[in-house]
């Protein structure tokens, strides 16, 4: 089996998807991170939720803000939903699979904070129920979502940004998901700190 044209072939999927989808995808990330930006400012936190793979996506998005991502600079306030599995297995076990990203952010969520949700594909159901957490608690949301997925963007309200991944397969959205993270992240650093350096 010729492993290099496989490689090769997934790399090359990869940067043309990337490519394509650069002119949808610039002003609906950019107008997210400038949600999360001014939520920051104000003194908000930002969370984020996923399921399977986008969980993962969504740790990395509150490990890069808590941390860094590129460049030195004070820590930021984000939570990761999907993070807590004995929090997530509590309430599964308790209040059904629909609540459990809705009813952590109901007790730590407050008016001017922000919710990201990702979503690659499955059952939107938690989701679509956290994004309702939010409102009801007074927060902003930003979806990253597939662009087959109506059911989630049909929640989002004004106000809200809506970043909507066009990809054929889910580990491809996933990747273009992971771009817009890297986004996300490098726009909230360059937006609140340009090149800070503590010394």
């Known amino acids: ?16 998807n990337i ?23 104000q003194e908000g936190k930002l969370f984020s939720c996923g399921h399977g793979p986008d969980a993962a996506i969504s740790q990395l998005f509150a490990t890069s803000l808590i941390n860094r991502w590129d ?6 306030p984000a939570i ?3 993070a807590d599995s004995a929090g997530l297995t509590g ?10 990203f809705s009813r952590p952010l109901r007790a730590l969520g407050r008016e001017g904070d922000l919710l990201l949700v990702l979503h690659s594909g499955g059952d939107p159901a938690a ?11 007074g927060l902003l949301v930003v979806a990253v979502s597939a662009g087959t997925d109506p059911v ?18 889910r580990p491809a959205r996933i990747e ?16 609140l700190f340009g090149n800070y350096h503590e010394d």
């Not at 460049?71 to 930021?76: G, M, N, S, V, W």
């Open 176 to 191: 273009l998901q992971t771009m817009v993270v890297h986004s996300l992240c490098q726009l909230i650093e360059h937006s």
């Open 19 to 41: 490519a394509l989808s650069v002119d949808q995808l610039a002003g609906p990330i950019a107008q997210g991170s400038e949600l999360m930006s001014q939520v920051l400012l």
């Open 91 to 100: 309430v599964l076990s308790e209040a059904g699979a629909a609540n459990i």
């Open 152 to 169: 989630l963007a049909a929640t989002l309200r004004a106000g809200d940004a809506h970043i909507s991944i066009t990809a054929d397969s």
């Open 127 to 137: 989701l679509v129920a956290a994004v309702d957490t939010a409102h009801e608690r």
């Open 1 to 16: 089996m010729d492993y290099y044209q496989i490689i090769a072939t997934r790399f090359q999927q990869t940067i043309e």
């Open 71 to 76: 460049q030195e600079r004070p820590a930021l």
């Open 80 to 82: 990761d939903l999907a």
